[in-house]
């Protein structure tokens, strides 16, 4: 069975950057697309962006110009990072594996809720 | 972007119920759709993609229908397990979008 853990800081200074990471486990990391998803506070979810385990990858517009998702297969990780984060960025942050054929998001981490303050 | 739209945003049903949540794209996506459920504190879990069909091991007592625009979650008898969040996700284009979720509660 897959599993994905996200880890990182939960609290981020205002205009600093938000650094998180999904380990993923019961699995390889080859051969998928990786996504990260967030969700802010009493809001829907937003699909930040995802990488195939190659390195390719696909942004959200939204977001585009203050993402960065990387992919690390020797250790069965990939990445997130957020720039210049503001309040509006305080969200439980999932990652999961999809993409897949038809675009579904077949495995997800339980979330890790990262607080921006001032 | 493809808005997509839940209703109700709550619902509240006992054990047994048949239970209905409605998804409405704001453009048409075919059947480009996928629904999840979600449990505070856990992960959310693939239910049903490409609008009908159920992920492996998840109970036939759930079911996806509908085309286009609008599309229906339909738990036909809830159980106590089912008591959670869930949210219907376009997949015809990116980026992809969710809707706003669905509570369904105890009555």
């Known amino acids: 069975q897959v599993q994905l853990q996200e880890s990182g800081p939960g609290l981020v200074k205002s205009s600093e950057t938000l650094s998180l990471t999904c380990t993923v486990s019961g699995g390889s990391i080859s051969s998928y697309y990786w996504s990260w998803i967030r969700q802010p506070p009493g809001k829907g979810l937003e699909w930040i962006g995802y990488i195939y385990y190659s390195g390719s990858t696909n942004y959200n517009p939204s977001l585009k110009s203050r993402v960065t998702i990387s992919v690390d297969t020797s250790k069965n990780q990939f990445s997130l990072r957020l720039t210049s984060v503001t309040a509006a960025d305080t969200a439980a942050y999932y990652c999961?594996?999809?993409?897949?054929?038809?675009?579904?998001?077949?495995?997800w981490g339980q979330g890790t809720l990262v607080t921006v303050s001032s | 972007d493809i808005q997509m739209t839940q209703s109700p945003s709550s619902v509240s049903a006992s054990v047994g119920d048949r239970v209905t949540i409605a998804c409405r794209a704001s453009?048409?996506?075919?059947?480009?759709l996928a629904w999840y459920q979600h449990k505070p504190g856990k992960a959310p879990k693939l239910l049903i993609y490409?609008?009908?069909s159920l992920q492996s091991g998840v109970p036939s007592r759930f079911s996806g229908s509908g085309s286009g625009t609008d599309f229906t979650l339909t738990i036909s008898s809830l159980q106590p397990e089912d008591f959670a969040t869930y949210f219907c996700q376009q997949t015809h284009s990116f980026p992809l979008t969710f809707g706003g979720g669905t509570k369904v509660e105890i009555k």
């Open positions: 999961a594996r999809g993409p897949d054929s038809i675009n579904d998001l077949d495995y």
């Open positions: 453009q048409g996506i075919s059947s480009w």
């Open positions: 490409g609008t009908f």
